[in-house]
């Protein structure tokens, strides 16, 4: 927006000199911030090119919105709640994610939900040392409130008005809704200061710090030992809780596993994923695909060969002769299946 424009258009429209130069200075900030300029709900409405109708269905009947789904945690223990949005408000949830949000640069020690970067990447940061530290936020979206997001909001110069519109669009029974496509980028912004906290005394204690999403890893020397305290002090000052069940502090003795990825010496595919991998493919030349598949229970499983090619893949991107291998392994297979049922 040319604020000289802006400037001409309200001098036009005879507006008061000073209510002129609050909205100058109020589209300056925003503009100085790199977001979109926003006046009112209004003019969100408009951007997002929805009806007056549209909108306010969206705004005020945000539990028919929302959808909950049940899914199982990565570690086996229990579920997690996925709160999926509809198509209507993942579009605007989108265009707040790629108009506003993406505009805003995260510290670059956050890692999960980033582009061009992956636990490949967060790995990356802990090869080769002493002891690797492994620490988990718990329950990190649900602590995320609605009154941090509008702090958020407020931080990028948005008035409180469109700051609590914009709030309400991401956030659903007071917290980062699972499942949004908003959440994961909230996340890494609210912790903009935790981060640059964790960094700064892990920096001067010549340790190592990333986090993925709520896996905070620190790694490093002997000094790893009496960090830990000062580490989760400092989470509980900014609004987190450190999960004690999930602290793990692993020696360089015993295999140090970071985000999936084995870090000793050099980063490597944890053995038990390769020798799943290899298993499986044996076992589909010997019996062939059907068959083999049929034991298993998976016939009717419609992404088997896009999991497979997955875990291949995910090895290219730490070890790229043995991955290119099982590409190769891969290739030779024929996909073509009887019949293709859905799960």
């Known amino acids: 927006m040319d604020l000289d424009v802006l400037r001409s258009k309200l001098i036009e429209r005879n507006v008061p000199n000073e209510e002129i130069e609050s909205t100058l200075s109020y589209a300056h900030i925003l503009q100085e911030n790199g977001v979109p300029i926003i006046f009112d709900s209004q003019h969100l409405r408009r951007l997002l090119k929805l009806t007056d109708t ?119 029974n007071n917290e980062l809704p699972q499942g949004s496509p908003t959440s994961p980028y909230i996340s890494n912004l609210v912790c903009r200061k935790l981060d640059r906290r964790l960094e700064l005394l892990c920096r001067t204690r010549g340790l190592q710090y990333s986090r993925y999403a709520d896996d905070i890893t620190i790694s490093g020397g002997r000094k790893i030992k009496k960090t830990i305290s ?29 985000t999936g990825v084995v870090v000793n010496e050099k980063l490597s595919v944890p053995k038990v994923i390769y020798k799943s991998l290899r298993q499986e493919i044996y076992y589909i030349r010997k019996y062939g695909l059907e068959s083999h598949l049929d034991k298993k229970g998976l016939n009717r499983k419609s992404h088997v060969k896009e999991h497979y090619y997955g875990l291949a893949n995910y090895m290219m991107m730490i070890d790229k002769d043995k991955g290119q291998q099982f590409i190769n392994e891969l290739n030779a297979i024929d996909w073509k299946r009887k019949s293709l049922g859905r799960d």
């Open 54 to 172: 549209d909108f306010k269905r969206l705004y005020y009947s945000k539990e028919m919105q929302y959808r909950t789904r049940e899914i199982p945690k990565n570690n086996g223990s229990g579920t997690r709640t996925l709160c999926i949005p509809s198509l209507d408000l993942k579009y605007v949830q989108r265009w707040i994610l790629d108009n506003i949000l993406y505009k805003v640069k995260i510290n670059e020690h956050a890692i999960g939900f980033v582009k061009g970067k992956s636990t490949v990447s967060n790995a990356g940061y802990h090869m080769n040392q002493e002891y690797v530290l492994k620490m988990d936020i718990k329950n990190f979206f649900p602590t995320i409130s609605n009154s941090r997001v509008f702090g958020l909001f407020k931080s990028l110069g948005y008035s409180s008005s469109v700051a609590m519109t914009l709030t309400n669009f991401c956030t659903y």
């Open 230 to 258: 000062f580490v989760q002090r400092i989470l509980e000052e900014e609004g987190f809780k450190n999960n004690e069940n999930k602290m793990n502090l692993i020696y360089k003795s015993n295999r140090q596993q970071v």
